[in-house]
């Protein structure tokens, strides 16, 4: 019932768009919501009502696109797989989504004169909802790309051709790295690394302007950046966002009577660089505490006693914030604290309260582009197969590794880089997915299971259950 009256509401207000003849509605309400497949999603404003007039959604560039052409307020400020379905069937595959730099599986050798040649072109973009990042190897790189295996071309191996997810554009007050692999953070390209004590928020201001211009001549194919103005309304723009899920279909309101979900809440939500650091890097020097969320209580899921969905959620907070995790293998953790084994949880990683970004940069390696991962369930053989050779003088000269994307490697060049990337702000997940940076989990269930196999954490089904529904509630 409450399903049916949102998808209503939200017919109402944005059907207005397609009335033959009617003005694209200007704005949106402030905590407009949006309907997913597990509840409402809703975005708090922090200067009111959405205008959607701005330069963030204006087509600065020559093809067409602006950045709400891949970051949606409806799908938390990236976009569904899902719905670029949609869009394709909607628009026989020419909504400006569709554009061959980017949105193509790759940008030569391709036939989009027909929807069928579309649809073979876009293939990824509308099944995992991926666009293509085509990175240039570091000239001083520790490693030589041997081979570049990809069944849709673009096997060149001097500049190489990943597939990645858009992050969501909101909650980026929150970031303490930008981008899945860092590099609009990073002195290597001319960023600003965001540091715990003084320059902050400077630092990731500073990002965000860098990065509005790189996406305007890049995803938009602009001739020219965007203004000095523009790219601060841009920013200003994102700073201002807050998007959380608000509404579980069965449980209710996930911001009353003891629950502090939702966006308003999540505005109000203290943070800073390093808070809750377990490796020692919070500035304020304060212990590190696993209870990462704390967005349900008893008092909640009491207040309707019958209410299994509550109850499971609150269950699967809990298993977030104190399941036992044996972490082994990570790169970026296990190899840089020289300890083989870290008895964590989910929040060891995830350690931004309420929040569940890493709270320092910590590019990880958790092994979801490694092709020859044996514990990871996730299926690849839908990305190309990279095969990168140590070069570096050193015990692993001749080494070699097979990759779907080399992340932060591609950034710095090293080989322990490779494989490296960002654990990303865990809000609004309900409304994007696939997950992870190649969009490899199509579902929460699916990242669930990854964690139980990799980490073999012997999670019992209705512990999955519980664990994937309270993720569904961010
Ligand atoms: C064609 C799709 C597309 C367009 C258009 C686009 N983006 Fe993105 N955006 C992405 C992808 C993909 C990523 C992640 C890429 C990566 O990490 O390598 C991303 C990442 C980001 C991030 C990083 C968030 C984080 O957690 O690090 C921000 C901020 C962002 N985009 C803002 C913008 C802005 C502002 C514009 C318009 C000027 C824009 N985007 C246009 C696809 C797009
Ligand atoms: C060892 C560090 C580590 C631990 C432990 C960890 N994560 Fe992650 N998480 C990451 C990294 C790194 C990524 C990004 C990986 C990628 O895309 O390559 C990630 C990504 C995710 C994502 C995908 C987000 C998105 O936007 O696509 C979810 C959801 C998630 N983690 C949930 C969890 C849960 C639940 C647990 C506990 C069972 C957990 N994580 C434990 C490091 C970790």
């Not at 940008?107 to 509308?126: E, F, K, M, N, P």
């Given at each position: 019932?409450?399903?049916?009256?949102?998808?209503?509401?939200?017919?109402?207000?944005?059907?207005?768009?397609?009335?033959?003849?009617?003005?694209?509605?200007?704005?949106?309400?402030?905590?407009?919501?949006?309907?997913n497949?597990h509840?409402?999603?809703?975005?708090?404003?922090?200067?009111?009502?959405?205008?959607?007039?701005?330069?963030?959604?204006?087509?600065?560039?020559?093809?067409?696109?602006?950045?709400?052409?891949?970051?949606?307020?409806?799908?938390?400020?990236?976009?569904?797989?899902?719905?670029?379905?949609?869009?394709?069937?909607?628009?026989?595959?020419?909504?400006?989504?569709?554009?061959?730099?980017?949105?193509?599986?790759?940008?030569?050798?391709?036939?989009?004169?027909?929807?069928?040649?579309?649809?073979?072109a876009?293939?990824?973009?509308?099944?995992?909802?991926?666009?293509?990042?085509?990175?240039?190897?570091p000239?001083?790189?520790?490693?030589?790309?041997?081979?570049?295996?990809?069944?849709?071309?673009?096997?060149?191996?001097?500049?190489?051709?990943?597939?990645?997810?858009?992050?969501?554009?909101?909650?980026?007050?929150?970031?303490?790295?930008?981008?899945?692999?860092?590099?609009?953070?990073?002195?290597?390209?001319?960023?600003?690394?965001?540091?715990?004590?003084?320059?902050?928020?400077?630092?990731?201001?500073?990002d965000?302007?860098?990065?509005?211009?790189?996406?305007?001549?890049?995803?938009?194919?602009?001739?020219?950046?965007?203004?000095?103005?523009?790219?601060?309304?841009i920013?200003?723009?994102?700073?201002?966002?807050?998007?959380a899920?608000?509404?579980?279909?069965?449980?209710?309101?996930?911001?009353?009577?003891?629950?502090?979900?939702?966006?308003v809440?999540?505005?109000?939500?203290?943070?800073?660089v390093?808070?809750?650091?377990?490796?020692?890097?919070?500035?304020?020097?304060?212990?590190?505490?696993?209870?990462?969320?704390?967005?349900?209580?008893?008092?909640?899921?009491?207040?309707?006693?019958?209410?299994?969905?509550?109850?499971?959620?609150?269950?699967?907070?809990?298993?977030?914030?104190?399941?036992?995790?044996?972490?082994?293998?990570?790169?970026?953790?296990?190899?840089?604290?020289?300890?083989?084994?870290?008895?964590?949880?989910?929040?060891?990683?995830?350690?931004?309260?309420?929040?569940g970004?890493?709270?320092?940069?910590?590019?990880?390696?958790?092994?979801?582009?490694?092709?020859?991962?044996?514990?990871?369930?996730?299926?690849?053989?839908?990305?190309?197969?990279?095969?990168?050779?140590?070069?570096?003088?050193?015990?692993?000269?001749?080494?070699?590794?097979?990759?779907?994307?080399?992340?932060?490697?591609?950034?710095?060049?090293?080989?322990?880089?490779?494989?490296?990337?960002?654990?990303?702000?865990?809000?609004?997940?309900?409304?994007?997915?696939?997950?992870?940076?190649?969009?490899?989990?199509?579902?929460?269930?699916?990242?669930?299971?990854?964690?139980?196999?990799?980490?073999?954490?012997?999670?019992?089904?209705?512990?999955?259950?519980?664990l994937?529904a309270?993720?569904?509630?961010?």
């Amino acid at each position: 019932m409450l399903k049916r009256c949102v998808w209503v509401l939200s017919a109402l207000l944005l059907g207005t768009a397609t009335v033959v003849g009617a003005e694209p509605p200007t704005f949106l309400p402030n905590l407009f919501p949006f309907p997913n497949p597990h509840g409402i999603l809703k975005t708090f404003n922090e200067s009111g009502k959405l205008d959607l007039t701005g330069p963030f959604f204006q087509s600065l560039g020559t093809n067409g696109r602006s950045c709400a052409t891949c970051h949606q307020a409806s799908d938390a400020w990236s976009v569904s797989a899902a719905h670029v379905a949609e869009r394709f069937e909607e628009t026989q595959g020419l909504d400006p989504i569709f554009r061959t730099n980017d949105g193509s599986n790759c940008d030569h050798d391709i036939d989009t004169s027909t929807v069928h040649g579309r649809r073979q072109a876009y293939s990824l973009l509308t099944s995992r909802g991926l666009i293509r990042i085509a990175l240039a190897v570091p000239a001083e790189a520790e490693f030589e790309v041997v081979s570049v295996s990809n069944p849709y071309g673009c096997t060149e191996t001097s500049t190489l051709s990943m597939y990645r997810r858009p992050l969501p554009s909101t909650n980026v007050r929150f970031l303490t790295t930008v981008m899945w692999d860092g590099r609009e953070s990073s002195m290597q390209t001319g960023t600003i690394p965001i540091k715990p004590l003084g320059s902050n928020p400077g630092d990731l201001q500073t990002d965000l302007l860098h990065q509005s211009v790189d996406a305007t001549m890049g995803h938009a194919q602009a001739t020219t950046a965007p203004t000095p103005q523009q790219q601060r309304q841009i920013v200003m723009f994102e700073l201002g966002l807050s998007t959380a899920q608000a509404v579980e279909f069965g449980a209710g309101s996930l911001e009353a009577h003891g629950a502090s979900g939702g966006p308003v809440a999540l505005y109000n939500q203290d943070s800073f660089v390093g808070i809750n650091d377990p490796l020692g890097q919070n500035p304020r020097g304060t212990a590190f505490n696993p209870v990462i969320f704390t967005l349900f209580t008893p008092t909640w899921a009491h207040e309707q006693s019958d209410n299994h969905h509550r109850a499971s959620i609150l269950r699967g907070q809990t298993l977030f914030n104190s399941h036992p995790i044996n972490i082994t293998g990570v790169g970026g953790l296990n190899d840089a604290t020289g300890l083989p084994l870290m008895k964590g949880t989910c929040g060891t990683c995830h350690d931004s309260p309420n929040v569940g970004n890493h709270s320092v940069i910590a590019p990880l390696n958790i092994g979801i582009a490694d092709v020859k991962n044996p514990l990871n369930p996730l299926g690849l053989d839908y990305l190309p197969v990279i095969t990168l050779k140590n070069t570096a003088p050193g015990q692993d000269n001749g080494k070699i590794i097979l990759t779907t994307d080399p992340g932060r490697a591609l950034v710095t060049g090293k080989w322990q880089d490779i494989g490296k990337f960002k654990g990303p702000i865990l809000r609004g997940l309900s409304a994007r997915a696939p997950y992870f940076h190649n969009g490899s989990a199509e579902s929460l269930k699916d990242v669930v299971e990854m964690y139980n196999v990799r980490f073999g954490m012997g999670l019992t089904e209705s512990e999955k259950a519980d664990l994937a529904a309270f993720l569904s509630t961010l």
